[in-house]
């Protein structure tokens, strides 16, 4: 399971409620254009919240979204070349991120760009919680990501986030 019903309301709450939640996607365009090799291969954008990457990318571009906590972008993706997964893993409850870095590790085909923020967020979820259910530094991230199975290519680290590239390993 990647995702209680619980959580999955409490996200749908956030995201009907907040403009803003679910937003952050846009700003991983000019990476994910070079990975996505200027539009030849397919993406998966996996957490895609308002689903901005695929607008700021455009219609050259061929972006599948997927969110669980979206009607409508919630069926299970199939695998892509290119799986963008931009400030979600921070907001997976501890119990399900196993399952959620097996699921990302099924359907990364060749490459993955991971952005996970690595403090407290600005937002709450409707029951009081920091929506960072996850606040974990880079080098733990990096190790659950090697235990599940990706090759880290490169790493940037700063002291709000941490930005992987990944590789089937």
């Known amino acids: 399971m990647i995702i209680t019903d619980a959580y999955c309301a409490q996200n749908r709450a956030l995201h009907a409620s907040n403009e803003h939640y679910g937003t952050s996607g846009k700003a991983w365009a000019p990476q994910v254009r070079a990975l996505a090799d200027w539009g030849r291969k397919a993406i998966l954008d996996f957490g895609c919240g308002k689903a901005t990457l695929a607008r700021r990318l455009g219609p050259a571009y061929r972006v599948t ?34 399952a959620v870095l097996a699921e990302l590790r099924r359907v990364t085909q060749e490459v993955g760009l991971f952005v996970v923020h690595l403090t407290a967020a600005r937002k709450t979820l409707p029951d009081g919680r920091n929506a960072h259910l996850m606040q974990q530094p880079a080098e733990w991230w990096a190790d659950a990501l090697r235990v599940a199975g990706f090759a880290i290519e490169s790493e940037q680290a700063g002291a709000h986030e941490a930005i992987f590239v990944v590789r089937p390993a």
């Open 65 to 98: 979204n997927y969110d669980p906590c979206i009607e409508g972008l919630d069926a299970t993706p199939e695998p892509h070349p290119v799986v963008v997964c931009g400030d979600v893993l921070e907001h997976v409850e501890p119990e399900c991120l196993d």
